[in-house]
Nanobody, 124 residues
Framework: QLRFVESGGGLVQPGGSLRLSCVAS????????LAWFRQAPGQERKGIST????????YYAESVRGRFTMSRDNAKRTAYLQMNNLLPDDTAVYFCALQPQVVSGQILTNFDSWGQGTLVTVSS
């Protein structure tokens, strides 16, 4: 089964930075498009970034564009999310997913083997 193990979350002050990681469990990342999603308290899970398995190109939701950077290391079976200038609205549980699609500016996926995610709390 295709699963990810996410890590790197924690408590950070507004304006701070964190780097999240997600490691693929039981499979390699080669050729897969990947995405980060997040779910804030009381809200639906939303896609925030994607990275191509073909050329490494990225796409970001407007809410994180210019602050977050997604990358990948196929040899380590790991995707990363560098988050800078964090805001309280970034507080959420963050998840990795496979094969995202961008539809009318929204990042969607049919991936359903969600991991436990990693909690990011932005608060002073």
């Amino acid at each position: 089964q295709l699963r990810f193990v996410e890590s790197g979350g924690g408590l950070v002050q507004p304006g701070g930075s964190l780097r999240l990681s997600c490691v693929a469990s039981g499979f390699t990342l080669d050729n897969y498009n990947l995405a980060w999603f997040r779910q804030a308290p009381g809200q639906e899970r939303k896609g925030i970034s994607t990275i191509s398995g073909y050329d490494g190109s990225t796409y970001y939701a407007e809410s994180v564009r210019g602050r977050f950077t997604m990358s990948r290391d196929n040899a380590k079976r790991t995707a990363y999310l560098q988050m800078n200038n964090l805001l309280p609205d970034d507080t959420a549980v963050y998840f990795c997913a496979l094969q995202p699609q961008v539809v009318s500016g929204q990042i969607l996926t049919n991936f359903d083997s969600w991991g436990q995610g990693t909690l990011v709390t932005v608060s002073s």
